[in-house]
């Protein structure tokens, strides 16, 4: 295996955009899997506990967002710090071949898992031959 097939990517910033909170903006890097039922969203935000995550659905946008606290405490004196704490914002649009009434989310280690059902209609199906 060579360095080109297997890169590690850090965390990237958000440039450019407008926003109303002091500190930096992460793009979670994201794994997309389907079956025939269904899409599965995984989401890496490191430093993000379940209850700092936001999800929101409006108008066929599906809004990602985390929180990452600064670790420590007031008693401490930073040294060093090579870990960027900020927040994490990711935007999809969502399709109506996704039954948006039962999409669910998990958060475990720092990876978010959305479930997008798939809407009957955008299901395959076979379709049965009758012979006479």
């Known amino acids: 295996m060579t360095d080109k097939e297997l890169q590690l990517r850090g965390k ?53 967002t985390g929180d990452v606290e600064t670790p420590g405490s007031d008693k401490e004196r930073i040294l060093l710090r090579e870990y960027e704490t900020g927040r994490f914002h990711r935007t999809f649009t969502v399709s109506d071949r996704i039954d948006q009434g039962k999409i669910t989310a998990s958060m475990s280690d720092g990876v978010l898992r959305l479930v997008l059902p798939k809407a009957e209609k955008a299901k395959p199906r076979r379709i049965e031959v009758k012979t006479a």
Not at 28 to 43: G, N, R, S, Y
Request: no cysteine; net charge negative.
């Open 12 to 64: 990237q910033e958000v440039t450019g955009r407008e926003q109303t909170r002091p500190g930096p903006v992460f793009l979670p890097a994201v794994d997309i899997f389907e079956t025939q039922d269904e899409i599965t969203l995984l989401a890496d935000m490191p430093g993000v506990s379940g209850d700092r995550v936001g999800i929101d659905l409006h108008d066929d946008q599906l809004i990602i």
